[in-house]
Structure formats: C-alpha cells, structure tokens
C-alpha cells in the first residue's frame, strides 16, 4: 500500500476531527452552528476535545498540527465559518447536518435519495442556512448536506449543490412532503430527487440522459 503523503493525512485528520467534535457538541446538548453564529466562546471545551481526540488518535492529531501550526489557528478557523458556512469552508468538500436522532449512515442506504438544489455560489450561505435549520428542527428529511469552497475535481462548473435526503425513495408521499416544505422556505424552482440506486451506479446527469426519479 502507498505510504499517505502528509497533506493528504491532513485533509483525512480534519474531516474526522470535525465530524467527531460536531458529535461530541451533539452529545452534550450544542450544535457547533449555533456556538459560532452566536459567537460563543468555546474554546477550554474545544482545547479538552482536541486532547482526547490526541489520545486515540496521535497521528492524525500530530498532522493536523503540523498543518495548522497547532491548536489555537485550527479553532480560530472553525469559529471564522470553517465547516459551519459553505462559502468560509476550505477544508472539506461537504458540510452534512443529519436530523435529530438519526443514524450518520443513514444517507447511505441504498433505499435512500435526495433532493437537489443547484444554487450559485452567492446564494449557497443563506440557503444552507434554511435547510440545515429546518433538517435540524425536523421539518424536511433524515439529512442535508451542502458542496462548499474547496475547489472539487469532481464538479463540472462552479454552481453549488445542497442535497435534502429521505429514508426511502419508494414513500412518494414522504418525499413529496419534504418537496412542500422546501416551497416554504422559498425553493419553488423545479428540482429534481435522485435516488441512491442512481447514485452508487456512478450514473450523472448527461445530454439525452435522465436520472433523477421525481421532479417537481
């Protein structure tokens, strides 16, 4: 197996580290959305986490401070926006926002789908804020997840993407439901709703090619 080079161990050590202190701040009651849009000082919990997270994981820690130049400039970044605002997120590809009390692999049973919403990159932050709120209040499906600054090989032009997820593509009702509410909070463009069969096939929307299930 090819040794990892450093920056790719880095990039690697911030999704994990990210994904795991949104998790702990969940465990204890806090969303790390709302610590930094209200500007709280979090930082001796933040300090103990990266502490623990050293602990388990030394190697990913030892990276993400070669990286960062230690502690203080990582959390400086995460309460500048990093991984909270698409548009201020330079070390990820994705920001998720999973629906109280749902599993974190939920979105990638194959039963699964979601809406898509293709925005310009202007208009990403304030639209993300909406789902994301309205995926944490319960109101639209399992999960939400939005493309953000880091430049991704994989994308085709610089529009940006916020997918809405529901459990199972088969409940028509269900999926139609989150299709409502997503009018409310102003998507009243047509969009469409793949599924993840689609997805895991590696199939991409082509000239003459539909693979979006629903549309509406």
């Not at 709302?34 to 602990?55: C, M």
């Not at 974190?104 to 990159?121: H, R, T």
């Amino acid at each position: 197996m090819a040794e990892v080079g450093p920056e790719a161990l880095a990039d690697v050590a911030y999704g994990l580290f990210e994904l795991a202190l949104n998790k702990e701040l969940r465990a204890e009651g806090d969303y790390l959305f709302q610590l930094v849009g209200n500007k709280t000082d979090f930082k001796d919990r933040f300090i103990a986490f990266f502490s623990r997270f050293e602990n388990e994981y030394p190697q990913l820690a030892e990276a993400l401070r070669l990286k960062f130049g230690g502690i203080d400039p990582i959390y400086e970044m995460i309460t500048g926006g990093e991984g909270v605002v698409p548009s201020r997120t330079t070390q990820m590809y994705w920001i998720i926002q999973d629906a109280p009390d749902i599993e974190p692999d939920a979105i990638e049973d194959e039963l699964a789908g979601k809406w898509l919403i293709f925005l310009p990159p202007d208009r990403v932050d304030e639209a993300w804020t909406k789902v994301r709120d309205a995926t944490c209040a319960n109101i639209l499906g399992i999960s939400a997840k939005v493309s953000t600054a880091k430049p991704n090989p994989d994308s085709r032009d610089q529009m940006k993407v916020i997918y809405v997820y529901t459990a199972d593509w088969q409940n028509e009702p269900e999926v139609m439901r989150v299709r409502e509410e997503l009018r409310k909070l102003g998507f009243v463009d047509r969009i469409g709703y793949k599924r993840n069969i689609e997805t895991f096939k590696g199939e991409y929307a082509q000239k003459g090619k539909r693979v979006t299930f629903y549309s509406a």
